[in-house]
């Protein structure tokens, strides 16, 4: 009985013995674990210099360049419309005639007002001369005594109303006259005629529609004449970005319906008011629209095609670049002593000023580059970029092995000084298969 308990006693030691032997090991790896630097797997590549050329890149439509919108300035029915949309008209070509007969009958009321008032102009001529002379003779028989002062105020009376009466003729006859101009413009107006040679892009009407004419209105918009051999891209570009552009920038154009063919533009208008969507809502966007003309296209470009456009803002050669996502934020290290110490010396201090003391700081543009086996963050001042490079002004001379990914490490997970392994990047390796 002695013997089975003693076996067992031994057996239970053994078991607590191991459990204690696992928990020390447990322990020894957390402890000893826990202090093993980690070591982030990093691309890299070299700071070099490189051409960069800055690009804003926008949406909008393609629009001509000359475009006129024809709305009548009479009202009347459409008696003659020689053409049709998509027609080619020169300038000086009649478009469209309106129904005259009403303007005709008031020009000619209008001239036969005007040929009154000419005529009766010369009657008042011809009393005038009439009571002027009466006037002078009875000056005459006046002085010699032989007319009373009241013949003499009848007849200078008489020779001043005549005078009056003649200046109001005159002024009827101006009026008579514009009058008359002003019917004969009226009926000039029920033709119309094509401003620029161009082609008929938009015909609204048709032959025997009455329109309205634009004296108390818009007047009905008719037609559209546009020059489709001067075509230009109208974009919306960012508030930000906007102050980047400069009148005579070249300009690349993507236009849908070409699928990847481009056309070159240039930057002829920069608008100087504000386009503003979503007002007053998280989603308000501020743009500016940029003309751009297009040059040497041989190709039937329509009004209102969708375009992308890539506009060249600047260029500079031979910069010290780095891959643009190699530049990546860091907050600066802050003096924590020295700015308790500055907020308990100043007792003027209110409590804004202590928080504004307090504030957080803009963050640093930063790369990381390898030393050795670590990272080490530097500080830079960087330039214009395009969609592969950034110009490094300040930080970089050239020659350095700058971190090009992955994006966590570079955007998270480096710290100065962190160990860091480097790996071949995917471009060197596709680069390696295809020389083997």
């Known amino acids: 009985m002695s013997k089975k308990k003693t076996k067992n006693n031994k057996k239970k030691y053994f078991i607590i013995g191991g459990l204690v032997v696992l928990v020390l090991v447990v322990v020894a790896l957390v402890v000893f674990g826990s202090d093993k630097e980690e070591i982030i797997k990093v691309q890299v590549e070299k700071v070099k210099k490189h ?9 909008g439509k393609i629009h001509p360049t000359f475009q006129v919108e024809l709305r009548p300035e009479v009202t009347g029915e459409i008696v003659e419309l020689p053409v049709v949309e998509g027609q080619k ?17 008031r020009k000619n009321r209008a001239e036969a007002s005007y040929e009154s008032a000419k005529a009766t102009l010369k009657v008042r001529h011809a009393t005038l001369e009439q009571v002027k002379s009466e006037y002078a003779r009875v000056k005459g028989l006046y002085k010699k005594g032989l007319a009373s002062d009241k013949d003499l105020e009848s007849a200078k009376s008489l020779y001043l109303q005549n005078v009056g009466q003649l200046e109001a003729q005159r002024a009827t006859v101006l009026q008579a006259e514009e009058n008359f101009k002003d019917a004969k413009v009226e009926l000039a107006k029920t033709a119309i005629y094509s401003p620029i040679d161009g082609t008929i892009s938009v015909l609204n ?10 004296s108390f209105s818009q007047g009905t ?11 230009e891209a109208r974009v919306d570009v960012d508030e930000n970005d906007v102050v980047r552009i400069s009148v ?9 319906a070409y699928g990847d063919k481009q056309f070159t533009g240039l930057v002829y208008q920069i608008g100087n008011s504000a386009k503003t969507s979503g007002l007053g809502s998280q989603e308000e966007v501020v743009n500016f629209e940029v003309k751009i ?16 456009a890539d506009i060249q803002t600047e260029t500079k050669y031979n910069v010290i670049a780095a891959p643009i996502q190699s530049v990546t934020a860091r907050m600066p290290v802050v003096d924590n002593e020295k700015d308790n110490k500055t907020v308990k010396d100043d007792s003027s201090n209110s409590k804004d000023n202590r928080t504004k003391a307090f504030k957080r700081k803009k963050p640093d543009e930063v790369v990381f580059i390898v030393v050795g086996n670590k990272a080490k963050q530097v500080k830079v001042k960087t330039g214009i970029s395009d969609d592969t490079f950034i110009e490094i002004v300040e930080g ?5 092995d700058v971190v090009s990914g992955p994006y966590r490490a570079i955007s998270k997970e480096l710290k100065n000084d962190s160990a ?4 071949k990047n995917k471009k060197s390796r596709n680069k390696s298969s295809d020389e083997k």
């Open 248 to 256: 005579g920038d070249t300009a690349t154009v993507e236009i849908d």
């Open 396 to 400: 970089l001379e050239g020659g350095e």
């Open 51 to 59: 051409d960069i050329t800055e690009v804003v890149s926008a949406t």
């Open 420 to 423: 860091v392994m480097i790996e």
């Open 221 to 231: 918009h008719l037609m559209t004449v546009a020059d489709l051999n001067n075509m």
């Open 205 to 214: 009407v048709e032959l025997s529609e009455r329109v309205l004419g634009s």
């Open 293 to 308: 003309k297009l040059v040497d296209f041989k190709d039937k470009i329509r009004p209102g095609m969708s375009c992308d």
């Open 89 to 105: 008209v020169k300038k000086g070509q009649l478009l469209i005639r309106l129904k005259p007969d009403q303007y005709i009958a």
